[in-house]
């Protein structure tokens, strides 16, 4: 009687041995143009694909550097209908991550960390942000530590401004370099200028008139 259960598995075997599965290769040459990335690769059989399909998530893209290694899926079976369903590079992977972190980075060393206790750390040379309005809630504070910061136009406190490094202030419109508004406590030190004019008087060189003539210069 003949045995159907090692019949069936024997058709079965010869049916999948005309299809390839999944299989290990590694980035040759990649091209960016056009709507989908596609790449040269170098499969582990001495193989060498054209033209092979990256497919990406929605939202996100890269651009694997050259020798990065590829999983590639026969579509169908067929290796002329395959596709790159994921890279690595053990190079450049960042590594020492704990468990539940996350990662973006690139073979440069910028990176961007998402780590444990909801801490963001990034890594780059240059932090480049192109937007209309950008808006920091910082519940408790917000800390800077740069030789220099700088506005291209106005800076507006709601608050106190403090100072421990001193303060230079030039230009200004109308020829006025600072303006105030309400009351002024100086409470040390001595205030230097060339020439001081309050309600349009002028102090320093003023003069009165007295019942002998002008008086004199005032003096120090």
Not at 96 to 110: F, W
Not at 181 to 207: L, P
Request: net charge neutral; aromatic share 4%.
């Amino acid at each position: 009687m003949p045995d159907f259960i090692a019949l069936t598995d024997k058709r079965i075997r010869k049916a999948l041995s005309g299809l390839r599965l999944a299989f290990r290769g590694v980035l040759t040459r990649i091209t960016t143009a056009g709507g989908v990335q596609t790449a040269q690769v170098a499969g582990l059989a001495g193989e060498t694909l054209e033209g092979v399909e990256i497919f990406q998530q929605y939202g996100f893209t890269t651009v694997p550097p050259e020798g990065a290694m590829a999983v590639v899926l026969p579509l169908g079976g067929r290796t002329s209908h395959g596709i790159v369903i994921a890279t690595e590079h053990s190079r450049y992977r960042l590594q020492g991550l704990e468990s539940g972190e996350v990662a973006i980075y690139t073979d440069e060393g910028a990176s961007i960390v998402l780590k444990r206790n909801r801490i963001i750390a990034v890594e780059c040379d240059e932090w480049l942000l192109n937007c209309k309005k950008y808006s920091v809630n910082a519940s408790e504070s917000a800390s800077f530590t740069t030789p220099e910061l700088s506005t291209s136009a106005k800076l507006i406190a709601q608050g106190q401004i403090s100072g421990n490094g001193g303060m230079a202030i030039r230009g200004g419109e109308g020829g006025v370099t600072a303006s105030f508004a309400g009351n002024i406590s100086h409470t040390g030190g001595i205030i230097t200028s060339v020439a001081v004019t309050i309600n349009g008087v002028q102090m320093g060189m003023h003069i009165h008139d007295t019942p002998n003539g002008p008086s004199g210069k005032p003096r120090n």
